[in-house]
C-alpha cells in the first residue's frame, strides 16, 4: 500500500512543483474524462491497476475518472488498498456499476461507496458484503466477529466521508443485505441511475466535487473519453492470479530443479524450473496462501529424488505422495469439482480444482515412477556386468590401501574394494592380500605373506 500512495504523493508533489513554476496541470486542464474497466475478482492486481489509473487520469490532466465496475467480491486486504487509493484520489472519481445485469457485491460495496459519485445502470446491485473465508465459507465465531466489526468500522467510515447512507451500508456488511440500483438510489447509496455511458455523462454534468483541495465543478457537453486500459504485464499479473495456474507453475517448478538434480549439467530443466517457481511465488503473493502446503509440495520433489537415487525401497515415492496430495490441499484450504477457472459466487472462491490436482498428481507420480525405473535398470545393468569381473578376483593377489581393523579398503584387479580380513587380524597399509571370497560387493581376504610364511614351515 506504501507504495500506491507513494505514486499519488509524487504526483501530487510533482503537480505542486509545476505550479511553482505555473505549469500545473491542473485538473480538467484538458476537456477530457479518462474511464477504465474493473472486473471479476477484485485482487491485488486490481488494486495496482486502479491505483496507476488514478495517476494516469490526474497527470494526463483529464476532468475526472469513470471507473466501471462489475465484481462479485474479493479479497478484503485489496480492497482496502482501493479503498485507501480512492479516498486520496486528486482527481474526481465516478464508479459507474454496469451494463445491466452487473453487480458490485461484497467488494464492490466498498468500491462504490468510496467514489465521489456512485451510479448504477438499471437491473444492477449492490451490497451483500459480509466477510467470509477465502473458500467462500462461513468464518470460526470468534474471528468472524472481530472481522466483521472491523469491517462495518470501515464501512461507516467511507460512508460518513463521502456522504451516504450509514445505516444502509452497514447492514450490507452486518445482514448481507443486498439493494437493486433503483433501491439504492432511493435510500443514498449512490448518486444516479444512468441508462448508459452517454446517459452518465449527461446526469454528471453541472455537479460538484469535493476534493481535499477545494470544490471541483464537473462540465461534461462536448466532452472527450480516454480509455485506460492494462498494460500487458498488469494482463499477465492477472492471468497468474488464479490457483489452478500457480499450483501448475510451483509444480513444473520443483519437477524441473528435481530432473536437474538427477541429471546435472542438463541446463535447460534447472533454468525452466527456477524460472517457473518465480512466477509461482509472484502468483501465491496476489492470493491467501498457506505458506506450509507451498513447503510440502517441495518436499515432496526432494523425496521424489531420493526415491529416484534409491529405487525399490518404495517409502520415499510414497511419503513424496503424501506430501504432494496434502501440500496441494492445504495450499489454499479447499478443493472442489468445479471447472478450471475458479467460480465466483458472492465472494471469489480462492480453490484449487480437483481436476487439475488429479492431472498433474497423476503425470508427475508416472514420470517420477518411470524415472525410478529406469534408474533401478541402471544399477541392475552395471551389477549383471561386473558379475564375471567379481568372480575372477577370488585368488587374485592385490594390496590393502588402508588399514584392516578388519575391515578396510584394498586394491585388487585395477579396482577399489571394500574388504574383511578374513581371520579378523589387522592388516596393516600397503601390505599384499589375497582374495578368498566375495560377500556381496565386500571381498575377504587375508594377508599374503602370512601364507608364505605357513608354507615355508
Not at 501530487?12 to 477530457?32: D, E, K, Q, R, Y
Not at 507451498?294 to 510414497?318: D, H, K, S, T
Request: glycine fraction near 12%; charge should be negative; avoid cysteine.
Amino acid at each position: 500500500m506504501r507504495r500506491k500512495l507513494a505514486l499519488l504523493f509524487v504526483a501530487l508533489g510533482f503537480g505542486g512543483f509545476l505550479a511553482i513554476n505555473n505549469l500545473t496541470p491542473a485538473v480538467g486542464s484538458n476537456h477530457t474524462a479518462a474511464i477504465m474497466s474493473i472486473d471479476g475478482a477484485i485482487d491485488s492486481a486490481s488494486a495496482d491497476f486502479l491505483a496507476r489509473g488514478i495517476v494516469s487520469a490526474f497527470e494526463g490532466g483529464h476532468s475526472f475518472l469513470i471507473i466501471k465496475l462489475d465484481t462479485p467480491g474479493g479479497l478484503l486486504g485489496s480492497t482496502r488498498e482501493i479503498v485507501e487509493s480512492m479516498l486520496a484520489s486528486p482527481i474526481p472519481l465516478v464508479v459507474y456499476v454496469s451494463p445491466s445485469g452487473a453487480q458490485a457485491a461484497s467488494a464492490g460495496t466498498f468500491i462504490t461507496s468510496a467514489s465521489h459519485i456512485a451510479a448504477m445502470a438499471p437491473a444492477t446491485n449492490i451490497g451483500a458484503a459480509s466477510p467470509v473465508g477465502s473458500g467462500g465459507e462461513d468464518l470460526p465465531e470468534t474471528i468472524k466477529d472481530k472481522v466483521t466489526e472491523d469491517t462495518a468500522a470501515l464501512i461507516r467510515g467511507i460512508a460518513g466521508r463521502r456522504s451516504r447512507n450509514v445505516k444502509a451500508l452497514e447492514d450490507t456488511v452486518l445482514s448481507a443485505v443486498s439493494y437493486t440500483a433503483a433501491e439504492a438510489l432511493e435510500i443514498g447509496i449512490v448518486d444516479i441511475v444512468a441508462q448508459d455511458l452517454d446517459d452518465l455523462l449527461a446526469q454528471l454534468d453541472g455537479r460538484t466535487v469535493q476534493l481535499d483541495d477545494g470544490q471541483v465543478t464537473l462540465r461534461t457537453e462536448g466532452i472527450s473519453i480516454v480509455t485506460i486500459s492494462r498494460t500487458p504485464l498488469e494482463r499477465f499479473l492477472g492471468f497468474l492470479a488464479n490457483p489452478d495456474i500457480a499450483f501448475i507453475l510451483l509444480t513444473i517448478g520443483g519437477l524441473g530443479i528435481l530432473i536437474e538434480f538427477l541429471s546435472p549439467g542438463l541446463l535447460g530443466p534447472g533454468i525452466i524450473g527456477l524460472i517457473a517457481l518465480a512466477l509461482a511465488f509472484v502468483a501465491l503473493g496476489s492470493m491467501p496462501v498457506n505458506w506450509v502446503g507451498a513447503g510440502l509440495i517441495l518436499l515432496a520433489m526432494g523425496l521424489f529424488y531420493l526415491e529416484a537415487q534409491a529405487p525399490g525401497v518404495g517409502v520415499f515415492g510414497v511419503g513424496g505422495a503424501i506430501s504432494f496430495i496434502l501440500g496441494a490441499f492445504l495450499l489454499f484450504g479447499n478443493l472442489s469439482f468445479g471447472p478450471f477457472v475458479p467460480q465466483l459466487p458472492a465472494a471469489p472462491r480462492v480453490e484449487l480444482s480437483l481436476w487439475v490436482l488429479g492431472t498433474v498428481t497423476a503425470f508427475l507420480l508416472a514420470l517420477i515412477f518411470l524415472m525410478a525405473r529406469a534408474t533401478h535398470q541402471a544399477t541392475k545393468a552395471v551389477v549383471y556386468a561386473g558379475a564375471t569381473t567379481i568372480g575372477e578376483v577370488v585368488g587374485q593377489l592385490g594390496h590393502a590401501i588402508s588399514d584392516l581393523h578388519p575391515s578396510g579398503t584394498v586394491y585388487v584387479a585395477g579396482e577399489q574394494w571394500s574388504a574383511e580380513s578374513d581371520d579378523g587380524e589387522p592388516i596393516q597399509n600397503g601390505k599384499e592380500v589375497i582374495v578368498l571370497a566375495v560377500e556381496g560387493l565386500v571381498l575377504r581376504v587375508f594377508q599374503a605373506d602370512k601364507e608364505s610364511l605357513g608354507d615355508e614351515s
